[in-house]
C-alpha cells in the first residue's frame, strides 16, 4: 500500500515481513517514480555496498503498474522499519510523523545536510569511518558506524573502541530482531551501535570507494562548519 506520495516520490508500506534479523516490522519502501530506484540512492556513499535485493524487483513492478491503493493509515500501533530501501529524508520529517510511528528503526546517510538536521530526534546517522562518526556526534546525532575503516585496516577495532562510546549490534551479540531491539531509534537516549560490514557486496575495492565518497563528503561538511553561517544545528 502507498502510505504518502508525492510528484516525485512514494512511500509503500508492505506488512508481514519474514526478515531474520529485523523480524515482522512493517518495511518501508521509498521509490522515484519514474526511476523505480529508491529514492536519494544514486547519491548514497554507501551505493556500491548496498545489499537490498529481496523484494525489490517485485516492488519495483507493482509501482510500475499502479498496483499499489493509497491509504490513511495509523502506525501508532506498528513497529516500523523506517527506509527499508530509499533514504527517509526524502520526505519532510512530518510526513513520517503523521504516520503516528512510535517504534521503529531508522537511518540517513545524509546526516551531514543542514535540512536533514531535524532528523536527529528520529534517525541515527549512518557513517563507515571513524572520522565520519566524530562529525555526526558534533552535529549531534546517534550514530550507527559500519566498521569500513577496520575492515580495509586503515584503523585498528582497539582504535575505534577507544574513541567512540558505541555497542556492537544486538543482533550479532544477543541474536535480538530490530524488532524486540529498537536501539536504532535517533531519539532514543542509549549508545551508538557499531557493525562489522556484511553483505553480497562486500569487497575491498567497493568499500574503498565508500570511504573515499565519505571522505570527499566530510570534507564538504568541515568547510561548510568552518564558515557555519547558521546552517547547521549544534549538538
Not at 575505534?160 to 532514543?188: F, M, R
Not at 575491498?204 to 564558515?227: F, G, P, R, V
Request: charged residues 25%; hydrophobic residues 35%; proline residues 2%.
Amino acid at each position: 500500500m502507498i502510505l504518502f506520495q508525492d510528484e516525485k516520490h512514494a512511500l509503500i508500506g508492505v506488512f508481514g515481513s519474514s526478515n531474520r534479523k529485523t523480524g515482522s516490522m512493517v518495511q518501508t519502501w521509498i521509490m522515484e517514480k519514474e526511476s523505480l530506484e529508491g529514492g536519494f540512492c544514486e547519491d548514497c556513499t554507501s551505493l556500491e555496498l548496498c545489499y537490498v535485493f529481496q523484494g525489490k524487483n517485485s516492488i519495483q513492478k507493482k509501482l510500475s503498474r499502479g498496483g499499489y491503493e493509497e491509504v490513511s493509515i495509523d502506525l501508532s500501533k506498528k513497529r516500523v522499519r523506517v527506509g527499508t530501501y530509499g533514504d527517509p529524508s526524502v520526505f519532510p520529517l512530518s510526513v513520517w510523523k503523521d504516520l503516528g510511528i512510535k517504534k521503529h528503526t531508522g537511518y540517513t546517510h545524509f546526516w551531514r545536510l543542514p535540512h536533514v538536521q531535524e532528523y536527529k530526534s528520529f534517525l541515527m546517522a549512518s557513517v563507515e569511518t571513524l572520522e565520519s562518526y566524530h562529525l555526526a556526534k558534533q552535529l549531534g546525532w546517534r550514530v550507527f558506524y559500519n566498521l569500513l575503516d577496520v575492515y580495509v585496516g586503515l584503523v585498528s577495532i582497539e582504535q575505534v573502541q577507544s574513541e567512540i562510546n558505541a555497542i556492537e549490534c544486538p543482533n550479532v551479540t544477543h541474536e535480538l530482531t530490530c524488532y524486540d531491539c529498537l536501539l536504532c531509534d535517533g531519539s532514543k537516549r542509549a549508545k551508538d551501535i557499531f557493525i562489522h560490514p556484511h553483505g553480497g557486496k562486500l569487497s575491498k575495492k567497493n568499500a574503498l570507494a565508500t570511504i573515499q565518497k565519505s571522505k570527499e563528503q566530510d570534507q564538504a561538511l568541515i568547510q561548510a562548519l568552518l564558515l557555519d553561517q547558521g546552517s547547521f544545528q549544534h549538538a
